[in-house]
């Protein structure tokens, strides 16, 4: 673990972290500079809530047959 804590770099890999891009040694890692900065904690937190947040409501959804069979009359006439 660094003895200098430099919270600019510890916010670059939290945003590695919550897109799962680090390996698991990173994690554990970054996790432990979290707990030694609340600075850095909040806005990972902070981070965490807007990601889940934005997941939630860019959900993604399947299209009904119904649409679906709409879409594709619609695009025949426009090519025919």
């Known amino acids: 673990m660094k003895k200098h804590h430099d919270c600019k770099e510890v916010v670059q890999q939290f945003q590695l972290l919550l897109d799962g891009e680090l390996h698991p040694k990173q994690e554990?890692?970054?996790m432990c500079e979290l707990q030694r900065c609340i600075h850095c904690l909040e806005e990972y937190n902070l981070e965490k809530q807007f990601k889940d947040f934005l997941q939630k409501k860019l959900e993604r959804k399947t299209p009904?047959?119904?649409f679906m069979a709409k879409l594709k009359t619609c695009c025949k006439e426009k090519q025919g």
Do not use: C, N, S, V
């Open 64 to 66: 009904t047959a119904t």
């Open 28 to 30: 554990q890692e970054i």
